[in-house]
């Protein structure tokens, strides 16, 4: 591997002694669509304090071309993007918690208001409000592309 801007470094890792592949993120790396590629490899130092076991191949590289670069790191393993399906029964994370602080802020407001002439059309509201909810987070748990890898 070949990395550095002003002062080009090279780094060499014999890929038979590679015993795993790490792909690690954060919160940011997450949110503009990069992640850290890292492997672990055996060594034949004697001196354990030196050895770390971790090798950081490449600290940021684009989520798209991820597996690409696998492929091509490790020619001999054959590779394959997962797939990103969220379960049925886990649809209703993507809405439940913006449901419940709804839910919670229209019995308050019913509390107060029960009995009002206006409360009849704030209850369509809150039920239009409700579906579109619900529907908003169906979409988000289909179109889901924040899944990790």
Do not use: W
């Not at 394959?80 to 918690?97: G, N, S």
């Amino acid at each position: 591997m070949e990395y550095g801007l002003f002062s080009k470094r090279n780094k060499s890792v014999n890929i038979n002694r590679v015993q795993n592949v790490i792909i690690s993120d954060s919160i940011l790396r997450r949110l503009i669509g990069y992640y850290a590629l890292s492997v672990s490899i055996t060594s034949d130092s004697l001196e354990s304090d030196a050895i770390d076991g971790k090798v950081q191949l490449l600290p940021f590289i684009k989520k798209k071309e991820l597996y690409s670069i696998l492929g091509d790191i490790f020619p001999n393993y054959h590779l394959d993007v997962p797939k990103r399906i969220v379960p049925f029964r886990a649809i209703r994370r993507y809405f439940q918690l913006t449901l419940l602080f709804f839910i919670i802020g229209i019995s308050v407001m019913a509390y107060f208001f029960h009995g009002e002439t206006f409360m009849l059309y704030f209850y369509i509201g809150a039920a239009v409000i409700l579906l579109l909810l619900i529907a908003s987070g169906i979409y988000s748990a289909r179109k889901c592309r924040f899944m990790h890898l």
